[in-house]
């Protein structure tokens, strides 16, 4: 009936051959329609018919697919946790909700509570969103929440408990293998490698970064070849993931091909006694460097070397600063019998590209006590050298050492504080919190009555990150008139540290 009605549009009604004729209930209905223009006749009977026909559809009956969710295992939260979630959630997506969010549900890991069932399908929406929070959200849905995320494709990023890894990982999307790979490593690591391997010619490169990253779950010498065999690889991201991880494996052909390069360019000197050189003073210990060859070296391109610099500096600072980069640090303490202190202490020229270098390779190697010397140096010499990426690498403690030391500085600016504490994840003691509350009560006193932007961004990010049970305290501390023109970001920190109060104090109290 519309398709012939169409035709007739399309001609024109003036041009149209025949009428369309109707009969039965259809045409008494068209028939009684008020006269008019041709266009409005057409118009008015395309109405009728389209409403005849969605009348005499027939309902279809849709088959329930969907097996029954089993019990959960966990206990749910209480009901003002949820609603402290949900709040969250349906805040405005900004860092601070995220980091938030993020402490509610590693609250609810901690005590093994879980999401209540009404907030599943936001919580799980959320987590869609948000790639980086998944590994902290999943574990607090259950049973429940692995059932509904088989029922939404947008939720289908993670692998169920009784999911089929081959089956995964033959037809799951990206988030899917991406987490199934890293499950599996962490059970049998030769089984991930294999499926890796069995769709390597298959998979993006992007794809191919996500799992040769994944083999940094349970690292082993064992994971050598397929790694040795990917600094081949046509993508230079693939490349570097791999070079990344061998450097970590410091029995590698791969380590002894990039010390063996690294060596001649870095010479220890030993000290001198003044006396036999003549001199009044001792001849401090220096490394001497060797920058490398005029002559780029192409066979360095698969080991993981840019050629190029992506910074500003000479193009042989360049190369020296990668080819360190992926020496573990511990080789110069061992060649020199020397400790990570020893060695800073010996740096002169090209000592910042030196530095530099240690710096990354202490981190690919994960290896703490370079890390902590480093960190330390950097924060006693010059702020401007710390590597903010190092700081959650290391273990908390040295964590806390170095932003306390960084906050008791009379060096260290409010501004540098704030880039600090926002690249820091780990919740402040009680010394480093005193410490912090010294350096904005010090500035306060520089410029009284006087609105300081820094400070309340250093606010902002002290108050996700103070112990919450300090909050009595501080209200008590932080009462005075100095505050008035701060006030407004003084009432957001309070805010922000009452609710961080009331979260955790909601898990500790209804522990199950």
Known sequence: MLEELVKQALVGTGRAPEKVTFTGQLGQAIGSLPAGSPETMLL????????????????????????????????????????????????PDSQISQHLIVEWFQHASASNQRVPHWLLPRVLDYAAGHKRWRSVIIPTIDVRGEWLMKLNSRWQFAMTADADVDQIWQTGNQDQRRTAIRQLRETDSTRARSLIESTWDQDAAEERVDFIESLAIGLGPTDEPILEKVLDDKSKRV??????????????AFVRRMTERAIPLLNFVPPVAGQILKLKRAKPATIDVTLPPEQFDKALVKDGIVEKPTENMGIRQW????IISFVPPLTWTMRWNLTPEQCIEALGEFGDVVFRGWQLAAKRCSDQAWLRTLTLAAVKENI??????VLNILHRTDQLEVLTLIAESPRTELDALVRILDASKCELDRRATLAVIDKIEYQ????????????????????????????????T?????????NRKALDQF?????LRRDMKREFSTHER
Not at 46 to 70: D, F, I, M, W
Not at 319 to 322: E, K, M, R, T
Request: net charge negative; hydrophobic share 45%.
């Open 44 to 91: 008015q009977t395309a109405a009728l018919c389209s409403a005849y026909q969605r009348c005499g559809q027939k309902p279809t009956t849709a088959a329930l697919e969907a097996n029954l969710a089993s019990a959960d295992h966990l206990a749910e939260s209480s009901p003002r946790a949820g609603q402290i979630v949900d709040q969250l959630l349906a805040a």
């Open 239 to 252: 490349r570097l993931a791999a070079a990344e991880l061998l450097t970590a494996l410091p029995q590698s």
């Open 319 to 322: 190369w020296l600063l990668q």
């Open 384 to 389: 401007e050298k710390l590597d903010l990426s």
């Open 444 to 475: 306060l006193s520089l410029k009284a009555a006087a609105y300081q932007y820094h400070l309340a961004q250093l606010l902002q990010n002290l108050a996700l990150r103070v112990p919450p049970q300090m909050h009595d305290e501080l209200t």
């Open 477 to 485: 501390r932080w009462a005075d008139q100095k505050w008035e023109a």
């Open 494 to 498: 309070f805010e922000l540290l009452v």
